[in-house]
């Protein structure tokens, strides 16, 4: 059975990316990268530092997986191409961290430059992987059938997460572009994909439910390089997340449940 998608014309499927790509130009070409995170960095400043910590917390990959996790029953669509999509955003966003070896702001400014908020970070910047994440999971939202209220609503969640990358101090405002457009082009990707395979089927469907499950148990239990304030946030969202999912599941497993799902 066919999946079906938004529309190539529509707006849902190229506005977002090309703003990103268009404010990844200018700010390039006007060369106030630096500048502009030193103005946004202070205009961002709150107390408590946790707020920020705890927004950015939802940018990390292990956090984006278990938010799909109360559709794995009801959306095989979001599941499958939200899997296929991470897995190539990760690639991307690896391969371009390797090949350009840009330094984070802590690497570059003076500590007393900036806020630098939660852990200190390493590693290189360019693209922010926690904004392809989570835009990722907007991109998704936006190409699948949804409510347009409830694309707006992840959409404006999406950039409060990337805008965060930059209040804490990890990232520049050209690697959080970047992150939105390598996002939501693996979104684009991911949901193609589906879209050729097909269908998805219930081994497929199980299969995705365990592996959040185990993401679920990973964050709680494993999970020991998040920052210490939004640890408990780190528990309660995973936990929430399998709460909502726990009916779906178990209609999932339960024997006889049908072949193939569209």
């Not at 066919?2 to 130009?25: C, E, H, N, R, Y």
């Not at 946790?50 to 959306?75: E, H, K, Q, Y």
């Not at 003076?110 to 939660?118: M, R």
């Amino acid at each position: 059975m066919m999946i079906k998608t938004t529309p190539l014309a529509s707006p849902w499927t190229w506005a977002v990316p090309l703003v990103g790509l268009l404010l990844f130009i200018l700010i390039g070409l006007s060369g106030l990268n630096h500048a502009l995170f030193l103005t946004m960095n202070h205009w961002l400043f709150l107390k408590p530092e946790a707020i920020w910590i705890n927004v950015t917390l939802f940018g990390d990959a292990g956090m984006v997986l278990v938010l799909a996790l109360p559709f794995v029953d009801r959306r095989p669509d979001l599941i499958g191409s939200g899997l296929l999509a991470g897995v190539i955003a990760a690639v991307v966003v690896n391969a371009a961290k390797e090949f350009f070896l840009i330094d984070r702001p802590p690497a570059v400014l003076a500590v007393e430059q900036f806020h630098q908020l939660g852990n200190r970070f390493g590693g290189t910047s360019f693209p922010s992987g926690h904004t392809a994440a989570i835009f990722v999971f907007a991109g998704i939202f936006a190409l699948l059938p949804f409510p347009n209220r409830l694309r707006v609503g992840v959409l404006l969640f999406a950039a409060l997460v990337g805008i965060s990358r930059i209040a804490v101090g990890a990232h520049w405002p050209m690697d959080v572009t970047a992150g939105l457009v390598v996002g939501w082009a693996s979104a684009f990707v991911g949901v193609q994909l589906v879209k050729w395979l097909r269908g998805e089927y219930v081994w497929a469907q199980r299969g995705a439910a365990l592996f959040l499950i185990f993401t679920v148990y990973y964050l709680i239990f494993l999970h020991h390089d998040g920052d210490r304030q939004a640890r408990l946030l780190e528990i309660s969202v995973p936990l929430l997340c399998l709460a909502l999912a726990l009916p779906g599941i178990i209609r999932l497993f339960r024997p006889g449940t049908r072949d193939s799902v569209a």
